[in-house]
């Protein structure tokens, strides 16, 4: 047999024992087969997509043992009870650990018994683990979450900058680099500090088909979040991402009130509760986590249903990472962001400041606006974003399930533009919009702006037609925010065509968006043995002190469901269900299945 073939079935038969799939999906073959090889690589794939399939059958292919960078301490310990389930032979070191946890993991590695070890990249650089790791057969560095390398990126780790410098110490051993969002620049910036230039690229498909996006504007932001939940996801998993800590904490205690089971998640909770809330959240079902950013990088929770947004990300990256959180089992989920005028004016006002305008923080901003406000399919421009082809017509975001429709704004446009002008460019939104409706209150009379050319010549459109042609004239750039921060708007230079009627604007004609019914999909979850399923694993997962999804994925239940095998060597056959696992779970899963046939 050729040692080429040979290789790849080798890689196969692993990913079919030890973690029970059937078939390896997108580029997750090639990937590995260089690795093994010894190839450095950076692997850019989807949220779900396997990516740490990547590095761990390569570890299992090669001599000594794997170590993987991972920058969060729950997610490493999410990767090595998943690895033990398996029968992988894997640990990991942190501060959160004790002395003599660390010392049996370091004599471990010393041994060669570990196959992967998984490291902070904070701990990675220091003196005694260069020490060690000197002293061990080191079969591949893996660099997870490897965008953080990125000083223009969401989720920059300045630790990340020091790796370069540690790998480069064993110039034989491969690296793989891998993340789910990466640019352009992004991607460079992996490939020089990390990997060096005979790197080879293996970019997949960025395209979450089982995610639908949609995109609304606020009316009442908390209303519209709880009809959402309680519509389409009464009982399912969730994160609601919010700008700030105040806000996440008192948004769960309005869940919380409602009937929900919330928490709050930030930076500025202690350790311990942070601790806490991630361990509920990854063991419960039905838990809802309100979060700053701070919360998600490396949450392997497979069944998230949604994730919603109560405020705009700073970046597409940032919101197709945060959103990629959701669904990483592949059934039907949901990314729901909410946004209004004041949301706007934030990310022009971020723009005016955007760290002394550095070009490619601007151009992200920019490009966030232009998506909240696209009138067409969504997914050419956030896939376009990481430079993938996509023609439209997705039939999976709100454009494409209810097409906007949109009107000639150019005259009103010019209109406010002018108020904005002769007001003084100096007041916000409410205020220009009295002016063009001619409302004579209080302070429309002090400032004397009744008699200005503009006030009364809107008279043809309400309120919340002149606010949202503000909002689109905001997000285009025709206006922006004064720099003092006083809530007032400017002109900018690009107006200038538009007064002068050297072109027109197009603007979408806002519409209320309200919670809709769930997707009718294929569900297991009417069969009463699904219960006694999940009951099984809760308890056998509560015993062994590890997340339920750890044992087996609700995927693997429903597949168990479908197949109701009555034997293990048929139980073997099911997807998700490896050597390992079958062997210390199959005589008792299998008794459930007899107690239910039984009962019918």
Not at 34 to 61: D, E, F, H, N, W
Not at 174 to 196: F, K, Q, S, V, Y
Not at 239 to 266: D, F, M
Not at 466 to 489: D, F, M
């Amino acid at each position: 047999m050729p040692a080429d073939v040979a290789h790849a079935e080798r890689a196969l038969n692993l990913l079919q024992t030890v973690f029970g799939y059937p078939n390896f999906r997108g580029q997750q073959a090639q990937i590995i087969d260089a690795v093994a090889r010894g190839s450095s690589a950076l692997a850019l794939m989807p949220t779900g997509g396997g990516k740490s399939l990547c590095y761990q059958i390569p570890a299992l292919m090669r001599d000594g043992t794997a170590v993987v960078v991972s920058p969060l301490i729950a997610l490493m310990r999410d990767q090595v009870e998943t690895l033990n389930q398996c029968g992988v032979r894997a640990g990991m070191l942190s501060a959160s650990q004790s002395v003599e946890n660390q010392r049996a993991v370091e004599a471990a590695l010393a041994e060669g018994s570990l196959d992967l070890l998984y490291v902070a990249p904070e701990r990675l650089v220091q003196s005694r683990t260069r020490h060690w790791l000197d002293q061990s057969k080191i079969a591949l560095f893996a660099i997870d979450e490897a965008h953080c390398v990125s000083q223009w990126g969401h989720d920059f780790r300045p630790e990340y900058l020091r790796l370069g410098d540690i790998v480069e110490r064993f110039p034989t051993v491969p690296r793989i680099a891998l993340t789910a969002t990466a640019d352009e620049t992004t991607r460079h910036e992996i490939i020089e500090r990390l990997l060096g230039p005979q790197a080879q690229v293996f970019v997949d498909s960025f395209d979450r088909t089982n995610i639908r996006y949609r995109i609304g504007l606020k009316h009442n932001p908390k209303a519209q979040l709880l009809a959402f939940i309680q519509t389409e996801h009464p009982h399912d998993a969730g994160i609601v991402y919010c700008a700030s800590r105040k806000k996440t904490e008192q948004l769960a205690q309005w869940l919380q009130n409602k009937g929900l089971k919330a928490l709050p998640y930030h930076a500025g909770l202690s350790a311990e509760a942070r601790h806490e809330h991630q361990a509920r959240f990854l063991n419960e079902d039905g838990l809802i986590m309100c979060a700053t950013i701070a919360f998600g990088m490396g949450i392997d929770k497979p069944n998230v249903r949604f994730v919603a947004h109560l405020d705009v990300p700073r970046s597409i990256e940032a919101y197709y990472q945060e959103t990629g959180r959701a669904g990483r089992d592949g059934a039907p989920s949901d990314a729901w962001l909410i946004y209004g005028i004041q949301d706007i004016i934030q990310v022009r006002r971020l723009l005016g400041e955007s760290l002394n305008n550095n070009a490619q923080d601007r151009s992200r901003l920019e490009a966030m606006l232009g998506f909240l406000e696209h009138c067409n399919c969504r997914r050419p421009v956030l896939l376009g974003y990481f430079n993938e082809h996509h023609p439209g017509h997705c039939g999976q975001c709100d454009n494409c399930l209810h097409p906007p429709q949109t009107w000639d704004a150019t005259e009103p446009a010019r209109k406010a533009l002018s108020c904005v002008f002769r007001t003084g460019q100096r007041f916000g939104a409410g205020h220009i919009v009295d002016v063009l409706r001619g409302v004579s209150n209080e302070r429309v009379l002090r400032l004397g702006h009744d008699k200005l050319s503009t006030f009364g010549i809107g008279l043809e459109l309400d309120q919340s037609q002149w606010l949202s042609i503000i909002r689109q004239l905001l997000a285009k750039g025709h206006i922006e925010p004064v720099p003092e921060g006083s809530g007032g708007l400017r002109l900018t230079e690009q107006s200038r065509a538009l007064l002068k009627n050297e072109t027109t604007l197009a603007c979408r004609i806002d519409t209320v968006t309200r919670a809709k019914k769930p997707r009718q999909r294929v569900t297991h979850h009417e069969d009463p043995l699904w219960a006694r399923l999940r009951q099984w694993r809760y308890e056998l997962a509560r015993e062994q002190g590890v997340p339920p999804y750890v044992i087996f994925h609700d995927k693997t239940l429903e597949a168990i469901i479908d197949a109701r095998p009555d034997s293990l060597e048929q139980l073997g056959q099911v997807h998700g269900v490896g050597r390992h696992k079958l062997k210390a779970h199959g005589e008792s899963l299998l008794e459930v299945l007899w107690r239910d046939s039984v009962s019918h």
